[in-house]
């Protein structure tokens, strides 16, 4: 039985500890951010987790030590992944992090690209996998699927991707960098590998929604726009091909397990959850069984994107600055 552990119970923390449970594995430990919460997020996992009895901890490094898990969720708070993620690396354990990979702040983002790197190459040289948490890829056969050939010779797309408002607003910068990587994963399954950046990006900014527009590709070359916000439900997360629109609604079960709906213009089609789909890629794959849904190169490309993106176009908007 494969042994795991949740760096960050609260929030998506608990839904990685959910669905590891439900896909056989043992939830051994969980880490807080403090001793006073440990308690109460072994209550919260004890909701999703049925008969769970892993042990708290508020020391990563403790926990690693005396637990020794075989993989471990970095579901902690973005400035903390590289830390945590290195932690678990080096002692001997598989990854799922959260997106971002790397992130330092609006002021260290050519920081954060150089450690993202130095990461990738330290995951490689240990022989560990690793997966990012970008779910909405694993809804890419289905997409194409619904899509038909249209995918494939695409010239416009537009992806919109929504959370829910948080008490403190998160200025243009480190709103793209919470939810860039989820449409950046979608839009990476229509380029190849070998598509760079784009060398121009307009973007605009307001009331805690960021809309960039650019183009990329060859034969096909693609209008794309990508928009991200906070928002109050309910939320849009979609795709646009070409004038089809394929949106994703998650859906609560009897018993509060989640599954996704992805309806379009004259169908719909209810699939696994996301976020399911990407856990069960990875136990899979540490378990030898399969690869990773998204791994570490796609995990640095999405750092490659999201700073270039950020430095050509918002950055560089005169409206933003």
Same mark, same amino acid.
């Given at each position: 039985m494969?042994?795991?552990?949740?760096?960050?119970?609260?929030?998506?923390?608990?839904f990685?500890?959910?669905?590891?449970?439900?896909?056989?594995?043992?939830?051994?430990? +969980?880490?807080?951010?403090?001793?006073?919460?440990?308690?109460?997020?072994a209550?919260?996992?004890?909701?999703v987790?049925?008969? +769970?009895?892993?042990?708290?901890y508020?020391?990563?490094?403790? %926990?690693?030590?005396?637990?020794?898990?075989?993989?471990?969720?970095?579901?902690?708070?973005?400035?903390?992944?590289?830390?945590?993620?290195?932690?678990?690396?080096?002692?001997?354990?598989?990854?799922?992090?959260?997106?971002?990979?790397?992130?330092?702040?609006?002021?260290?983002?050519?920081?954060?690209?150089?450690e993202?790197?130095?990461?990738?190459?330290e995951?490689?040289?240990?022989g560990?996998?690793?997966?990012?948490?970008?779910?909405?890829?694993?809804?890419?056969?289905?997409?194409?699927?619904?899509?038909?050939?249209?995918w494939?010779?695409?010239?416009?797309?537009?992806?919109? %991707?929504?959370?829910r408002r948080?008490?403190?607003?998160?200025?243009?910068l480190d709103?793209?960098?919470?939810l860039?990587?989820?449409?950046?994963?979608?839009?990476?399954? +229509?380029?190849?590998?070998?598509?760079?950046?784009?060398?121009?990006?307009?973007c605009? +900014?307001?009331?805690?929604?960021?809309?960039?527009?650019f183009t990329?590709?060859?034969?096909?070359?693609r209008?794309?726009?990508?928009?991200?916000?906070?928002?109050?439900?309910?939320?849009?997360?979609?795709?646009?091909?070409?004038g089809?629109?394929?949106?994703?609604?998650?859906?609560?079960?009897?018993?509060?397990l989640?599954?996704?709906?992805?309806?379009?213009?004259?169908g719909?089609?209810t699939?696994?959850?996301?976020m399911h789909?990407?856990?069960r890629?990875?136990?899979?794959?540490?378990?030898?069984?399969g690869?990773?849904?998204?791994?570490?190169?796609?995990?640095?490309?999405?750092?490659?994107?999201?700073?270039?993106?950020?430095?050509?176009?918002?950055?560089?908007?005169p409206?933003?600055?």
């Open positions: 494969l042994r795991v552990a949740v760096i960050g119970a609260r929030g998506f923390g608990r990685h500890a959910q669905w590891y449970a439900r896909l056989g594995c043992q939830v051994v430990a +969980f880490v807080s951010s403090s001793p006073e919460t440990v308690k109460q997020n209550e919260a996992l004890r909701k987790v049925p008969g +769970f009895n892993g042990r708290g508020h020391s990563v490094e403790e %926990m690693l030590t005396l637990e020794r898990p075989d993989a471990v969720s970095v579901c902690s708070p973005p400035d903390l992944h590289l830390q945590h993620a290195r932690l678990a690396i080096n002692h001997h354990c598989h990854v799922l992090c959260e997106k971002p990979l790397v992130w330092l702040g609006a002021d260290r983002m050519k920081e954060a690209l150089l993202s790197e130095v990461l990738v190459k995951v490689e040289s240990k560990r996998i690793f997966a990012i948490n970008t779910q909405y890829a694993s809804a890419w056969q289905n997409i194409r699927d619904i899509a038909a050939t249209r494939q010779s695409s010239r416009s797309l537009q992806l919109v %991707m929504q959370a948080k008490p403190q607003p998160a200025g243009p709103l793209w960098a919470d860039g990587p989820h449409p950046l994963s979608l839009l990476f399954r +229509f380029l190849s590998d070998s598509d760079a950046p784009p060398n121009d990006c307009r605009s +900014f307001s009331d805690q929604s960021l809309t960039l527009h990329v590709g060859k034969e096909p070359e209008q794309v726009t990508i928009a991200v916000a906070r928002a109050s439900e309910p939320l849009e997360r979609s795709l646009t091909i070409d089809l629109t394929i949106r994703f609604e998650a859906v609560q079960e009897d018993g509060g989640f599954r996704t709906r992805l309806v379009w213009n004259d719909e089609k699939v696994e959850d996301l789909s990407s856990v890629y990875f136990v899979r794959a540490v378990l030898g069984e690869r990773v849904l998204c791994d570490q190169k796609e995990a640095l490309r999405q750092m490659q994107w999201l700073i270039t993106l950020a430095q050509k176009g918002v950055i560089s908007s409206r933003l600055c």
